[in-house]
């Protein structure tokens, strides 16, 4: 079974326009880490946001935030107000454990947003 | 943030040949660092996780003896590809792991810009 799955191969926005990237996970470790990561066309992989299991409250970084729904193993990036330069490649990412382990990918979602 | 830089950011080489692709943390120290392998509109496959001053943890079905991994220092990791072929022609990104606290509770990994290698 796949341990990150990120369902939208691609997604269309427009500009100023708010957009949820969707991202589900399995785990049986109470211990796990979230990520999202970006990366344009230039191939660099940037992160953005990161959530705990444990954390209480959803993670936000500016204009990501994350939509953490434990019990559905969801972690859904919601990207406000999107702007030309947020397309690209986003990938959804999970570490099992509490740290001192390797992180596991999804497939990704294209994202473009359009004027 | 922390800064991760990879040198080269493409080469060209003729089947055969050996590369050497360098990682560097530029402003942290990293213990850790991982190589990933990514074909194109495909996801990031984890190569190896190198830990400074050991040897290098390989995935399952990557071969040691051709991707040879060094971590020498705590800023620096190189990728060999031995004997290069086209089909390892790809994209390799290196990543370090950097610990906002002791506990490693956060345990970013922060990537570089990627090496385009193109086996002719």
């Known amino acids: 079974a796949q341990k990150i799955t990120q369902t939208q191969p691609g997604m269309f926005v427009q500009e100023k326009e708010a957009v949820t990237l969707d991202c589900t996970y399995d785990?049986?470790?109470?211990?796990?880490?979230l990520f999202w990561y970006k990366q344009p066309s230039s191939g660099e992989m940037i992160f953005l946001i990161y959530?705990?299991?444990?954390?209480?409250q959803n993670a936000t970084e500016g204009r990501y935030s994350l939509n953490f729904q434990k019990a559905r193993k969801s972690a859904n990036l919601v990207i406000s107000a999107s702007q030309l330069g947020d397309s690209a490649m986003y990938f959804c990412?999970?570490?099992?454990?509490?740290?001192?382990?390797?992180?596991?990918f999804g497939k990704g979602t294209m994202l473009l947003v359009s004027p | 943030g922390a800064v991760v830089s990879q040198h080269p950011s493409w080469v060209i080489c003729k089947s055969g040949t050996s590369v050497k692709i360098e990682c560097r943390s530029l402003?942290?120290?990293?213990?850790?660092m991982f190589w990933y392998r990514q074909f194109p509109k495909q996801s990031l496959m984890l190569m190896a996780t190198?830990?400074?001053?050991?040897?290098?943890?390989?995935e399952q079905g990557v071969e040691k003896d051709k991707f040879l991994i060094n971590h020498a220092s705590l800023t620096l990791s190189t990728l060999t590809v031995t004997s290069a072929h086209p089909e390892d022609s790809s994209f390799y990104i290196c990543?370090?792991?950097?610990?906002?606290?002791?506990?490693?509770?956060?345990?970013?990994?922060?990537f570089g810009p990627g090496t385009r290698l193109t086996v002719l």
């Open positions: 190198s830990n400074e001053g050991s040897k290098a943890t390989y």
């Open positions: 990543s370090a792991r950097d610990f906002l606290d002791n506990s490693g509770t956060r345990d970013t990994q922060y």
């Open positions: 785990t049986s470790d109470p211990s796990y880490g």
């Open positions: 959530q705990g299991s444990y954390d209480q």
């Open positions: 990412a999970m570490r099992e454990g509490s740290g001192y382990s390797t992180l596991t």
């Open positions: 402003d942290f120290q990293a213990t850790t």
